[in-house]
């Protein structure tokens, strides 16, 4: 079956630590996305990539760093630099501008 | 920059017909989207406007007008399952080619 997987589901870390969230995607899409969810909340943008070796800052982009060095795999660092890392973290892709296919995400705690 | 406002909560009970509003400001509007999402799921896409006017899908239509910068998504025959948050989304201003969300709307669906 094609989709994106996100894993682990659920991560905790303890402060001063990095953090890395995984995203593999076999749908054979060029964009990739991550977006960060606080309860009750909208989506907001960290970041994003076009293609292989290519990506761009979101909104939220500080305490964050990314990596695409494969079409299929759009890996997501927490550094300790993000204060507040606590949250829903949500991959996706697509092929056209006009649907995003999301992953089931990763919960994200401090302890 | 980019700003969507929705409701942040909608009731109605089964089989009702339900309309959650969504207005935005944006530069270079390309479209507007909605997703849906379940308690601690992923958002899945619903519909896609880029024109005016009305585009149905089963149960679910979206409607957009582009002079006022406003759309909605319309629920037919409200079923307990319909019961989740609801996103607007536009992409980007030209050259960002990422989605951006609104705050979302919480609908629950009353027996």
């Known amino acids: 079956d094609g989709g994106i997987t996100q894993s682990p589901k659920y991560l905790f870390r303890k402060e001063g630590q990095n953090v890395t969230l995984s995203c593999e995607q076999n749908?054979?899409?060029?964009?990739m996305y991550w977006y960060r969810q606080d309860p009750g909340q909208g989506l907001r943008l960290i970041y994003y990539s076009q293609i292989v070796n290519d990506f761009q800052k979101g909104d939220i982009a500080e305490g964050y760093s990314v990596s695409r060095e494969k079409k299929e795999s759009f890996p997501l660092t927490v550094t300790s630099a993000q204060k507040n890392p606590t949250a829903f973290y949500l991959c996706a892709s697509s092929a056209t501008d006009t649907e995003a296919f999301f992953g089931q995400g990763t919960r994200l705690t401090v302890v | 920059g980019q700003s969507l406002e929705q409701p942040s909560e909608v009731t109605a009970v089964e089989g009702a017909i339900v309309q959650i509003n969504c207005t935005y400001q944006t530069s270079g509007f390309y479209g507007l989207s909605w997703y849906q999402q379940h308690d601690g799921g992923a958002p899945t896409f619903l519909s896609y406007?880029?024109?005016?006017g009305l585009e149905e899908t089963g149960r679910f239509s979206s409607f957009l007008s582009r002079s006022d910068s406003y759309g909605y998504l319309l629920l037919q025959e409200l079923q307990m399952k319909d019961s989740a948050s609801y996103f607007c989304a536009v992409r980007d201003q030209t050259g960002r080619r990422a989605l951006t969300f609104g705050s979302g709307t919480r609908l629950q669906v009353q027996p």
């Open positions: 406007n880029a024109l005016d």
């Open positions: 749908l054979n899409h060029d964009a």
